[in-house]
């Protein structure tokens, strides 16, 4: 009798907890569209209502095209220049000196740490100040310091996640090399580094991402991006909406390529789902 209470009591405990999930799954259903339905309807409303097309195609060119390819341009040097910065700061990570090791930890605690748009200063701002006043060699240094701030910042996150990609490679591979004869260079380069690039492109993918957004930051460097660009246009014609959904419109021309880029090498990458991209 007491088995049978036993029983009846954990089917209708059974039973609550279906009955619970399904009541979390629906409102999540319900909540998941009504929140869809709301950001469509409100994305609708702005370019049907707010986008002044006449003042869209005006402001096109030559503002936002210049603005756009800078951008383009910035990113292309710096993304470039931090990943092969990132390659030697994580492999400088992980070396067996513990000075070199300790330097690269020193550098990535540095640029992960302090603010991004602190670093652009100190770079635009305090360089100069090292030579006499009126001296300083370089011009259109802006330029400069923002490809100089973005890669090294950058370089620290790039090499963040390669030393995770590293230190996720079982010792035993490196061990194995080494007793075939490989050196530790060789043994790094033909055996650690693939399968570390490929654990850990994700998160230099995304790094990278985060760098094309970082670019906004570039107009306190007086940087004619996409942001000043707004910000002109909002100043003479007091209209936000129709340049706002412009800079949108233009980070998305280089964020989703990115990405796409981003899945197709990892798919490439990984030997499961080689050839699988979306």
Known sequence: MATDSGRAAERDRGFLEQLNDRTFRRLGVVGTTAFALGVALFIGYILTVRVDYALLINIVYPQFTFAFLRVIGIVLVSSVLSVIAGVMVGLARVSQTRVTSSIAKSYIEFFRG????????????????????????????????????????????????????????????????????????????????????????????????????????????????????????????????????????????????????????????????HGGDD
């Open 114 to 273: 302090t603010p991004l748009l602190f670093q652009l200063f100190v770079i635009y701002l305090g360089v100069p100040q090292l030579w006499p006043p009126g001296q300083f060699p370089i011009q259109g240094f802006n330029y400069y310091a923002a490809v100089i701030g973005l890669t090294l910042n950058h370089a620290a996150y790039v090499g963040e996640a390669l030393r995770g990609g590293i230190e996720s490679i079982p010792d035993g591979q490196m061990e194995a090399s080494r007793s075939l004869g490989m050196s530790y260079i060789q043994s790094m380069r033909e055996v650690i580094l693939p399968q570390a690039w490929r654990n850990s492109l994700a998160a230099i993918g995304n790094d990278q991402v985060i760098l094309v957004k970082d670019t906004s930051l570039l107009t306190v460097l007086a940087i004619p991006e996409l942001l000043s660009a707004f910000r002109q246009i909002n100043s003479a014609t007091f209209d936000a909406w129709t340049p706002i959904v412009l800079v949108a419109i233009a980070y998305l021309m280089i964020t989703v390529p990115l990405g796409k880029v981003i899945r197709t090498l990892e798919a490439r990458a990984d030997p499961a789902t």
